[in-house]
Structures are given as C-alpha cells and as structure tokens.
C-alpha cells in the first residue's frame, strides 16, 4: 500500500522553530517529487514547498521563503519540513504530497500534522 | 502567479442529481488543472487531472473539462459519499502551485 505519514507537529511559541517528517512507504520514494501543502483552520489549500526526487531543484512560496527548508532522505524514505521563525500566520495542517510521474499534481496525501504557532 | 477562483462558494444539491462545479483562471492555464476532493478531517483526494483524466479509482460519475480558463467537474448521479469540498489547482505555470479557494457542495 502507498502511504505517506506525517509527523512533528506541535505547539510552538512564535519565533520558534519546528521540523515535520513525512514517512513514505509503498513505492520507490526516490523517484517521485514531493511537496508540503498546508491548510490553515478552516481555510483552503496552499502550496508551501517542492523538491525532486534527486533532492537538486527546490522551490518556495513567497509566504515561507527564507524561513522553510524541505529537504528528503532517499535512503531512508522520508522528507522534511524544517520551519524556523515561525508566525501565526503558520499555523495549519501541514501536509506532505506526492506528484504525479505524468503530470504536476499531487497524487498521494498523508493524514496531516498540526502545527499550531502561539504564545 | 495565477489566480484560480471556484463557484458557486456552496451548492446545494439533492442525492441522484447532478452536480456542475466551475473553476477559472487568470490566464491560461492549457489544460494543466486537477481537481481535489476533501471531506472533513481527511486529506485531499485526487480526482481529475490533465482537466479530463480521472485518477486511478476514481468513478465514472465524476468528470472534468475545459482549457484555457474555464474548467468544470460535474459529478452526473451524487452519492452520500460525494458530500465534501472541491478544489481545482493550476499546474501549468508554477510555482507556485495555485488552488481555487474550494466549493462545498451540500445535502440539498
């Protein structure tokens, strides 16, 4: 089964800092693109970050450049999400997202993990 | 960056009927668009891309066309289990990747 399961989310104080895993099972990880989508309470979806599966090319929301770093371990089937000087405005179900081989959509989700910025 | 923009916000429609959802772009987007269904508390789910290409499992009622800039997802007989909400995302100019702000379609 293809799975994809998130990890790390918390409570954490603005300012702070935090790093999301995404496990990857069921399919040959390094040969996918990856992103991080979040989904603040109540609101739609909006793409955070993307790399290729060689872990070369990375790309940025504007909302997150600067602070943000995705990266991924091949060996070991997972991708990361490193959030520093995090704002409210952070604050959100953080999802990791695999691309699709033909085409630039995002065929398999995780669950999810909150992160929740505030004093 | 292109803006995507849903309507109607809300549709409410009755179980065995059809349901017609619209997504516009900014400017063209050829027919690199994907449709996302989400119900509460669970991920999105990948319905339709390339505008028209179902995803792997996805049932024949659901169907997606359009290019350029008008695009639709009709859903042709609604079940219970197609009540959630909708999200169109452009994939032709990126990034960034860009979503529609979401239609809720409802129980009419």
């Known amino acids: 089964e293809v799975l994809l399961v998130e990890s790390g989310g918390g409570l954490v104080q603005p300012g702070g800092s935090l790093r999301l895993s995404c496990a990857a099972s069921?399919?040959?990880?390094?040969?996918?693109?990856m992103n991080w989508v979040r989904q603040a309470p109540g609101k739609g979806l909006e793409w955070v970050s993307f790399?290729?599966?060689?872990?070369?090319?990375?790309f940025y929301a504007d909302s997150v450049k600067g602070r943000f770093t995705i990266s991924r371990d091949n060996a070991n089937n997972s991708l990361y999400l490193q959030m520093n000087s995090l704002r409210a405005e952070d604050t959100a179900v953080y999802y990791c997202?695999?691309?699709?081989?033909?085409?630039?959509?995002?065929?398999?989700w995780g669950q999810g993990t909150l992160v929740t910025v505030s004093s | 960056e292109i803006v995507m923009t849903q309507s109607p916000a809300t549709l409410s429609v009755s179980p065995g009927e059809r349901a017609t959802l619209s997504c516009r772009a900014s400017?063209?987007?050829?027919?690199?668009l994907a449709w996302y269904q989400q119900k509460p508390g669970q991920a999105p789910r990948l319905l339709i891309y390339?505008?028209?290409t179902r995803a792997t499992g996805i049932p024949a009622r659901f169907s997606g066309s359009g290019s350029g800039t008008e695009f639709t997802l009709t859903i042709s007989s609604l079940q219970s289990e197609d009540f959630a909400v909708y999200y169109c995302?452009?994939?032709?100019?990126?990034?960034?990747?860009?979503f529609g702000q979401g239609t809720k379609l409802e129980i009419k």
């Open positions: 997202a695999r691309g699709h081989l033909a085409v630039d959509a995002f065929d398999i």
């Open positions: 069921g399919f040959t990880f390094s040969t996918y693109e």
């Open positions: 790399i290729t599966g060689s872990g070369i090319t990375i």
């Open positions: 400017q063209s987007v050829s027919n690199n």
């Open positions: 390339g505008a028209s």
């Open positions: 995302q452009q994939y032709n100019n990126w990034p960034p990747y860009t």
